[in-house]
């Protein structure tokens, strides 16, 4: 690296002192201006960059360019001025334009990794820090970087190992334990994901991070332990009233435990945040539905239909004419969502359930042939089959 590009650079002396003890000034080099004022642009564009003056920051560097080509400094801060603003193509052109002039440079690999990762380019980010990693193997920003890569293209192994890595190098790293409870969590191991975000509440019980009460109550979600999750999801909502993750929770543990009143109270909520949530619309219906209540379920299926075709708002629909006897009606509307969702089990499943429901035993046995013709296996699809062909009661 050239001695101009040192952000400080060493004093000079401004006298030479001879052998016999006379002395005599000494001109200033030209060259020590130069890497002086070097130096001072260098400070001045980071200090911009770091106060969000991003424009004012590109306009120092590229003086710096101006008075030495390829400076380093100079690329990298262009580069990060670029990668702050969102253009990561423009950053790449300037961190691989410094590491072409300068290999190695570690500023230049740790944005040109972050610009791959924002563009979901992972491999390319692993590949990046990988180089970094050579010149420091300890630093452990990059290693939970180069684990949150693996995670994103689901290569749990390594993962896992660099994780667990930075966990011995610094016992507790909120990083690490964090990216760990997001793999196992990923991959349903969802009693280890409850391991390592219940860790992170332990190390700082009275200012955790809502994030990590939302993710220990969704995986009492998935373990289908509601009542547990319910205390997570009511703490991380009087952090935030309005947070989604939390509503939505609260919402499904009151779904989960057949509290259906409860969980009504919670969809709702978020549909005065986001009314055309199609999917939350059709949740809310299936509570109003599972409730008896009909005509409010009916309108919040068709608001959900209004937005865009939702299969689940349709099957809402024919199961609310199953509920009220018009079979003939769910039928036809069940057979017309068979025909959009082939491969959809649930579908064959209330459909025969209606045909038997008309005493159409035979139509109901050909309903659910016609699902395993397919090459699918539902095991609700062959008990409910087996019964009818041995002739037992389904109720």
């Known amino acids: 690296m050239s001695e101009l590009n040192k952000d400080v650079v060493s004093a000079q002396t401004d006298k030479q002192v001879f052998d016999d003890g006379s002395t005599t000034i000494m001109e200033p080099r030209p060259e020590d201006g130069v890497a002086n004022e070097i130096s001072e642009l260098s ?3 980071y200090a911009l960059l770091k106060e969000n003056m991003t424009q004012e ?19 990298v801060g262009l580069g990060d001025s ?21 290999p190695g440079n ?7 990794a972050d610009c791959y990762k924002a563009q979901g380019k992972f491999h390319k980010a692993i590949e990046i820090w990988e180089q970094y990693l050579v010149h420091d193997d300890r630093n452990i920003t990059v290693l939970t970087r180069v684990a949150d890569a693996y995670r994103k293209i689901r290569d749990f192994k390594k993962s896992k190992q660099l994780y667990l ?5 610094e016992e507790n790293n909120a990083y690490a334990l964090i990216g760990l409870g997001h793999l196992h969590y990923d991959f349903k191991e969802y009693k280890d994901a409850l391991f390592y975000w219940t860790k992170m509440l332990e190390l700082n019980p009275q200012n955790v991070d809502i994030r990590v009460l939302t993710s220990i109550g969704n995986c009492h979600r998935k373990l289908k332990t509601f009542d547990q999750g319910l205390g997570y999801f009511e703490r991380a909502l009087e952090m935030d009233p309005k947070n989604f993750y939390a509503l939505f929770g609260l919402a499904d543990c009151y779904r989960g435990l057949n509290q259906q009143f409860r969980s009504v109270e919670y969809w709702n909520k978020i549909l005065e945040i986001d009314p055309r949530n199609k999917v939350i619309l059709t949740r809310a219906g299936d509570a109003y539905r599972n409730t008896g209540d009909y005509k409010t ?18 099957l809402g ?20 969502l068979v025909r959009n969702d082939e491969k959809n089990y649930r579908l064959y499943i209330d459909l025969a359930d209606c045909y038997l429901k008309v005493n159409q035993k035979q139509k109901a046995v050909e309903v659910l042939q016609n699902f395993q013709k397919q090459g699918i296996r539902s095991q609700a699809v062959v008990d409910m089959l087996n019964n009818l062909q041995d002739n037992r009661s389904l109720y």
Do not use: P, W
């Open 297 to 314: 379920a009916t309108e919040y299926y068709n608001r959900a239909m209004d937005i865009d075709f939702d299969i689940y708002a349709a």
């Open 43 to 45: 400070k001045k564009g």
């Open 106 to 112: 570690n500023y230049a690999l740790f944005g040109l």
């Open 165 to 169: 890595q930075v966990l011995d190098m």
């Open 82 to 102: 670029e990668r702050k603003q969102g253009h990561f193509d423009a950053a790449i052109n300037y961190y691989s334009k410094c590491l072409s002039c300068h």
């Open 317 to 336: 629909l024919a199961l609310i004419c199953k509920g009220e006897g018009k079979y003939d009606e769910a039928i036809d509307r069940l057979t017309r």
């Open 57 to 75: 920051a590109i306009t120092s560097f590229k003086q710096i360019l101006d008075i030495e080509d390829n400076n380093n400094y100079a690329l």
